[in-house]
Every structure is written in C-alpha cells, then in structure tokens.
C-alpha cells in the first residue's frame, strides 16, 4: 500500500517550535527541513495524540468573542541540521513566507477587494509554547520574561482586530518564495551562507518590521512615519553594494528589474541625489518620496501630510512601500522566468510551458499594476470588485 504524503513526511519526524495565532493556512508550506502547517496536519495530530499538552494548547484558543481559532504551527524536521535550528534561521523561513504573503497581498488588492494578507503581524509567534521536556507545562522565553506555567490555566489569544486570517497558497508570490527558499537552504541548511545570504534575510526581516499595522486606533501620522523609515531600512540594506547603502544604491538596484509594462522601461522622470539630477521612472520617484518623508521624520524636520502621499493620486506613500520592495527583490534575485524547451518539444509542450510562464510573471504584473496606480487620479481608477 503507497503512504500519503501526509504519512511519508511524519515518518521523518517532525518537531513543533512555535504558534502563529494571527493566521490559519490552509494547506502547509514546506521548506526543505522547515513547514509552517494547520493544527489539521498529521504529522502535528500524531504529536499531540501522543502529548496531551500540545493537544490542549492547540484547542485552547479563542478570539476575543470567544469563537474558537486555530493557530498555524512552525514545525522542524528532527534530522535538521543544527544550522536550522537557530532563530535567526527559522525566523529566515518565516520571514520569507510573510514577505512573499505581504507583497502579493498588496497586489492582489490593487483592483479586487479579495486582496490577501498585508500586515506582517499575522505572522507574529505567540509566546508561550508547550515545554518538550515537562509534559503538562508551557514555557516562554521573551526579552522581557522567562515563565513556565501549567497548560490547562492558559487562555490564548490572537491580536485583536487584526482583520483577514486565513491564508491560501494562492495568496502567496510562489515564485518569489521559491526563490527565497533556495537561499534559505542555501544558507541555513547546506550551511553555505554569504554577505548576500545574510543580506537577504536582513532585508526581509526589516520588511516584517514595516509591513506592521502601523497603529491601532490610537494610529497617527507619526506612526506612519515610522513604518516607511523601516520600509527605506529594508531597501537600503537589500541595495547595500558591500560598501556603503544610500538612495543612489536603491535607485540602481530597481534600475535592474526586468519590468513587464513597458510604461516602467521608460525614464521619464527626474529626482535629485546629493545635489544631482537622475533620471528615473515611476518606481525610482516613488521611492524618492518614501526617502523624503523618511528623512523628515527621523531628522525631526517638519512632516506636511504632502509627504505622505503621490501627488497625482493621491495614494498613500506608505501603500506602495510593499509592491515596490518586492520590484526591488525581484532585481536582487534575478528573478526571471528561464525554463526552456528542447528542440522535439511539441504544441502541448509549448503550451504548458506559456501557461507557467504566465504564471511565474503574474505576481510581478500585480505589483507593477500597484505601483502604476500612484500615477492615477482617483477619478481614473476602475471600480474594485
């Protein structure tokens, strides 16, 4: 009898490190020796049949309704290297799965209201975990505590009014993922890692940080002007040349994308660096008002809401923040589409072969289609639905 897949890979031998409680997958993401799973995944259901604790953590969680919720799990496979079972490793795989969600959330809303996932604290990891060691117990390892307590008297929550929870594979920029993951193994698993590796995962782990909500409803300009300081963190560190990292470096690495809509190819705009004028495009001027507005707050010079958004559109500055860094990682990975064909290939080949083509650039054209709205007046934008 042929073993699912589901039985084949718990036979490997997996171990549960962390809860998001912010999200519900529905179906797994799978690194080479790291997933991230539901509480309906077999190789979790055969932990917690075997550990009552994990079971009442995981049926433990409510909204603030009290309406039953349940977490996602980050889950590691037992043969893992020790490379992997790092934090800075395993938060690599789930920042890799949270940008790639942010970025296509962000697209998949330019003109639809089914738009995914596009604040990154979906992806927080809650504190307390059951212990591996003390059976009925949780433990919790903060920079602000360290507590152990009894499973059963735990009342867990997800952040409140955080909006959209459940996340599809579809939902997700699978090419940018995929290309992530490679250096992630890469880096973490074949233990290879480079200036380039940690520079990646550097980015991504500030990209988090500003894909937050940027308050709650307490929210003010300020807190605006916080996310896109560490919008331009993620960027300048992403377009660091191993020397330096300014906005000239930005503007060249975005100057690398492959773009798709030829109104991008064309540099018809100017902005100013250092005193000079450069030619640039939409992409490069957008930037150049996340740098201005970033600039303003962190030096503590005065902040106009005119900062804060495109003058034409009147978009927020801060919206476009997400497509535009995907763009820019787009650049730094080379991501392209390469498959080829051989020469005996026939029209069935080809087919399947435009077909995947037009898939792999389908989460470039969403985020180009992002940021061209910042040229749009409002009057121009079709309705979404």
């Known amino acids: 009898m042929t073993e699912s897949r589901d039985e084949a890979s718990s036979a490997l031998g997996w171990t549960p490190e962390w809860a998001m409680p912010n999200v519900t997958l529905n179906e797994p993401i799978e690194a080479s020796h790291a997933a ?53 490793a395993f938060g690599g795989f789930r920042d890799a799965v949270c940008v790639s969600a942010i970025v296509a959330g962000y697209g998949l809303g330019t003109k639809s209201k089914s738009g995914g996932i596009i604040h990154s604290d979906a992806f927080d990891v809650y504190p307390w975990f059951p212990s591996p060691r003390l059976e009925g117990r949780i433990g919790a390892i903060t920079p602000a505590l360290v507590g152990i307590h009894h499973v059963e008297r735990l009342r867990p929550q997800p952040a409140p009014a955080l909006g959209r929870r459940s996340m599809s594979k579809w939902k997700i920029d699978q090419p940018l993922l995929g290309a992530i993951l490679a250096r992630w193994k890469h880096c973490f698993v074949d233990g290879e890692d480079s200036v380039v590796d940690r520079r990646l995962f550097r ?21 605006v002007g916080r996310a896109v300081a560490l919008w331009v963190s993620a960027f300048e560190i992403l377009a660091h040349d191993g020397r330096h990292s300014d906005f ?74 997400a497509p535009l860094f995907r763009l ?41 289609d992002a940021i061209l709205i910042a040229d749009e007046a409002p009057d121009e934008r079709p309705p979404a639905g």
């Open 36 to 88: 991230l799973v539901n509480s309906d995944d077999e190789r979790l259901r055969s932990i917690a049949r075997r550990r009552p604790a994990v079971e009442t953590f995981l049926s433990a969680f409510r909204d603030e309704f009290g309406t039953q919720i349940w977490p996602t799990i980050a889950m590691v496979r037992e043969d893992a290297p020790p490379g992997v079972r790092i934090a800075a």
């Open 203 to 223: 980015a991504l782990e500030m990209a988090r940080a500003a894909s937050k909500m940027p308050g709650g409803s307490d929210a003010t300009d300020y807190d």
């Open 248 to 321: 000239g470096q930005v503007l060249s690495l975005l100057s690398r994308v492959q773009w798709q809509n030829q109104t991008l190819t064309v540099q018809d705009r100017e902005v100013s660096h250092k005193g000079a004028p450069i030619r640039t495009n939409l992409a490069g001027a957008i930037y150049k008002r996340l740098h201005w507005a970033r600039t303003a707050f962190l030096h503590g010079n005065p902040v106009t809401a005119k900062m804060l958004i495109m003058e034409g559109s009147q978009k927020p500055v801060l919206w476009l923040a």
């Open 328 to 368: 820019a990682l787009s650049a730094f990975l080379n991501l392209r589409f390469s498959e080829t064909l051989p020469d005996t290939a026939n029209d069935e080949d080809r087919g399947r072969r435009i077909a995947k083509r037009i898939a792999f650039n389908e989460p470039q054209r969403l985020a180009e």
